[in-house]
């Protein structure tokens, strides 16, 4: 839980990590804490944390969210070699991802582009009239040891090629000359530059990592009770797909799961409003209520629910109201398995509805004729068909599964359960 602290001589740190096309989500985070009144008093940054971050000092945040909101490749490096059509599926075949990154490599980057655009965004003269303290991380090959340069350290004339000196990432992006060393990505130092920001004299740190490619160095243990993480709970696409969808995706994903950590928004990885709280609540008490007379659903079905459907484990949300929010994670599984987006505010009612409407236009399976069919037809099935299966028969029988089928739920647990939720949800909205 990330909070806002006024009147207060303390120094908040705030540590931007590196991951290419992913720092969009680092913009985001920034607007949830504009909107939310947190500020901090001095910024590190790697790579693409490295931009941010001096825009982040010089408080220029509109320039950056343009620039989010008209990303394309070739704002970024000229001349990029194709990109994939569908990313996803080219990182999942193995010879399209390496025959995509050796044209990346072999053909040579230019990026003129990131840099005009960052000399457009740059303000040297607010960056250095600002009262924010900054440091960014970078490696120098010349000397083969990471370097770390700060707000002193930095000239009208060096301060945008020492910003991008941090953010090349060798080999996609080709090294930057300062003086007479040669530099690349700071993530080849430190991705997660929190030393830079202890230096600076942070009391606390609030940490974003987009998990971008790089070394995360081991940090004094006593710090890790002042430090608050922030990472990416929805995927964020890949590093190098400099995309408007998936730039604006990454940004909005950034915005609404800071607001969540800052206790100001709803739910886990689907997004509510604040004033919905009460809603969700009185209708996880009634889930409890009434499945409790049935059953104790184990604690790590919603994990194991999430990563069946979504094929990945999210990470932890620790805010005020997770602990609070069992059965509202299944119900979020529901709106998954239906395809309701996660990537917007919902009123939590609004959404409800939406979600019964859309659960009740799953197509019905056709039962198998015989009760020896059942496992097989079961395992040939597609996850949402297992679940409107478990349904119906929780309907036809009043709620409960009908004996002959209950050594089904041992196998078809999350399933199982997820229908049982779904049932009961219907009754809530139907009373």
């Not at 003269?125 to 010349?142: E, G, H, L």
């Not at 590093?239 to 969540?260: C, I, N, P, W």
């Amino acid at each position: 839980m990330i909070k806002e602290e006024k009147n207060t001589k303390k120094i908040h740190g705030l540590v931007l990590g590196g991951g290419g096309a992913r720092g969009c989500y680092e913009v985001g985070a920034w607007q949830a804490f504009r909107q939310v009144g947190i500020q901090f008093q001095c910024v590190a940054g790697t790579s693409i944390g490295a931009i941010v971050g001096a825009l982040y000092t010089q408080q220029s945040i509109e320039p950056l969210v343009e620039f989010v909101k008209e990303l394309k490749p070739s704002n970024v490096v000229a001349d990029m070699p194709d990109m994939p059509e569908n990313f996803e599926e080219a990182m999942n075949s193995r010879g399209k991802w390496f025959e995509f990154l050796r044209s990346y490599v072999q053909k040579g980057t230019d990026i003129s582009p990131l840099k005009e655009n960052l000399n457009k965004m740059f303000d040297y003269r607010k960056f250095m009239d600002s009262p924010i303290n900054y440091a960014c991380m970078t490696f120098n090959v010349t000397k083969m040891e990471g370097e770390a340069f700060y707000k002193n350290d930095m000239t009208e004339e060096n301060a945008v090629d020492i910003i991008i000196a941090s953010a090349s990432c060798f080999p996609a992006f080709p090294m930057t000359k300062l003086k007479n060393d040669l530099y690349i990505d700071g993530g080849y130092e430190d991705n997660l530059p929190i030393r830079l920001c202890e230096e600076m004299g942070a009391d606390d740190y609030v940490v974003i990592d987009v998990h971008g490619p790089g070394r995360v160095r081991r940090i004094d243990p006593k710090l890790n009770e002042k430090i608050k993480y922030i990472q990416p709970l929805l995927t964020i696409g890949n590093f190098l797909d400099f995309s408007e969808t998936q730039a604006m995706r990454s940004l909005h994903v950034g915005y609404l799961e800071t607001m969540k950590y800052c206790d100001q928004f709803c739910g886990y990885l689907f997004s509510f409003q604040k004033k919905s709280w009460p809603k969700i609540y009185m209708c996880e008490k009634y889930l409890e209520l009434m499945l409790g007379k049935q059953f104790k659903i184990p604690e790590d079905i919603p994990e194991k629910a999430y990563n069946r459907i979504l094929g990945y484990k999210p990470a932890k949300l620790e805010n005020k109201y997770n602990k609070h929010y069992f059965y509202g994670k299944l119900i979020e599984c529901l709106a998954f398995e239906v395809n309701m987006d996660p990537v917007k505010l919902y009123d939590f009612d609004d959404f409800l509805h939406e979600l019964d409407r859309l659960l009740e236009d799953l197509p019905k399976p056709e039962l198998p004729d015989s009760i020896r069919s059942v496992h097989e037809f079961l395992h040939n099935r597609k996850k949402e068909e297992v679940l409107n299966f478990f349904y119906i028969l929780l309907v036809g029988n009043k709620g409960r599964l009908p004996l002959v089928y209950e050594p089904l739920k041992n196998v078809f647990d999350v399933q199982y359960y997820l229908a049982n939720v779904w049932y009961t949800l219907h009754l809530y909205l139907h009373q």
